[in-house]
């Protein structure tokens, strides 16, 4: 892959072209700013790049928002000592957002995946949202104790409520974000579906619904061994719901 790396800081540069060097990836271009990574894209046309966010003269998010005009834009891998960017990372289409200093091993991931993707997959990413309009997540963030994780909405199977937070059941286990479930049934309705006041679904993960005593319902899902209740008032859409799949 060939990669372009912006960091304005020195040593933390050097670092991560080392790793990309020693991975077997190619380094066409260093970068300390915003401007001169987006003079280095457009000259190298590189196919992923590392990207700092607080830079002078032009931030990595303005950057990635530049880049994203191109005909050909890069994938975009953030790299920063911040957490608290990851959120307008994935608004500015980022497939990957690492804390200083970057673990070899996150960012070699982060690599293989970009690396990875299929070419339907890599258009979405890339693909100029309409800018009146709000960007579509294919990404949750959530902080963890190797600080800010983004999962695939693809990789998620249900939310519940969890007093103050979200729980996110996923492949790889459970996370706790800040999003309401109101926010992410809103944003995401045509692939998640409320089974109760407290649960909504990834409708691709739907397998079954199943009758108990007492007229109550739970449903299965595929993959996972794992029940939810349904709450009466949301059956009668969840089994219309079912007939239409």
Not at 39 to 66: N, T, Y
Request: proline share 4%.
């Amino acid at each position: 892959m060939r990669i372009v790396v912006c960091d304005d800081e020195p040593l933390a540069r050097e670092r991560l072209v080392r790793i990309v060097q020693e991975s077997g990836h190619e380094v066409v271009a260093q970068a300390k700013t915003g401007i001169e990574a987006i003079i280095a894209v457009k000259s190298q046309q590189p196919d992923i790049i590392l990207l700092d966010i607080r830079m002078p003269e032009m931030d990595g998010i303005e950057c990635a928002q530049e880049l994203a005009k191109l005909n050909h834009p890069p994938a975009i891998i953030f790299v920063t000592a911040y957490d608290h960017y990851a959120i307008a990372a994935l608004k500015a289409n980022a497939i990957g957002y690492l804390l200083k200093p970057a673990n070899k091993d996150e960012l070699l991931e982060a690599l293989h995946k970009a690396t990875n993707l299929n070419a339907a997959q890599l258009n979405e990413i890339r693909k100029l949202e309409n800018p009146t309009a709000r960007p579509v997540r294919e990404h949750i963030a959530a902080r963890t104790h190797r600080g800010v994780e983004l999962i695939e909405l693809k990789d998620i199977y249900y939310f519940t409520a969890d007093q103050k937070y979200v729980k996110v059941r996923h492949k790889e286990g459970v996370v706790l974000i800040d999003d309401t479930l109101k926010e992410l049934e809103q944003e995401f309705e045509d692939r998640l579906f409320r089974v109760h006041r407290n649960a909504i679904i990834n409708i691709k993960y739907l397998d079954f619904l199943e009758a108990l005593d007492a007229g109550q319902f739970q449903l299965h899902f595929k993959g996972i061994d794992e029940t939810l209740a349904v709450s009466r008032r949301h059956l009668p859409a969840l089994r219309e719901k079912i007939q239409s799949m």
